[in-house]
C-alpha cells in the first residue's frame, strides 16, 4: 500500500500564494504518477495537475494553468503543488492522488489518496 499525507493549506487572500506538499511512503513501483485534485463544496471532485514520477512530464487543468506548478523531490518522495495569483474559485479541499503508472495524461484511474487539506481563498 501507498500512503500519501498532505500538508500546507490555509487561509490566504486573493492574489496570494501558497504551496502543498505531499509525502509518499509505503510500496515502491517501477512507474508511478502523482496527482492533486480538488473538491469545492457542492462539487465533484476535479482534476488539478499531475506529473510522471519518472521523467517529470506534467499536466494542467486548464483552470489552473500559469497560475499553478507541480513538481517532485525524489530524495524526500515528496510532490509539491505551488499556487499563485490564487482566486476564491480555487477555495476547496485538495488531494494528493497516486497511481502505478506513468500514464500523467489520464486523471480517471488514481488509485490512492490522501485525506485532503482545506484552502480558502477569501476575496
Known amino acids: 500500500q501507498v500512503q500519501l499525507v498532505e500538508s500546507g493549506g490555509g487561509l490566504v487572500q486573493a492574489g496570494g500564494s501558497l504551496r502543498l506538499s505531499c509525502a509518499r511512503s509505503g510500496r515502491t513501483f517501477p512507474t508511478y504518477t502523482a496527482g492533486w485534485f480538488r473538491q469545492a463544496p457542492g462539487k465533484e471532485r476535479e482534476f488539478v495537475a499531475a506529473i510522471n514520477w519518472n521523467v517529470g512530464s506534467t499536466r494542467y487543468a486548464d483552470s489552473v494553468k500559469g497560475r499553478f506548478t507541480i513538481s517532485k523531490d525524489n530524495a524526500k518522495n515528496t510532490v509539491y503543488l505551488q499556487m499563485n495569483a490564487l482566486k476564491p474559485e480555487d477555495t476547496a479541499v485538495y488531494f494528493c492522488?497516486?497511481?502505478?503508472?506513468?500514464?500523467?495524461?489520464?486523471?480517471?484511474?488514481?488509485?490512492?489518496w490522501g485525506q485532503g487539506t482545506q484552502v480558502t481563498v477569501s476575496s
Open positions: 492522488a497516486g497511481k502505478p503508472n506513468g500514464n500523467f495524461y489520464v486523471s480517471t484511474d488514481f488509485n490512492y
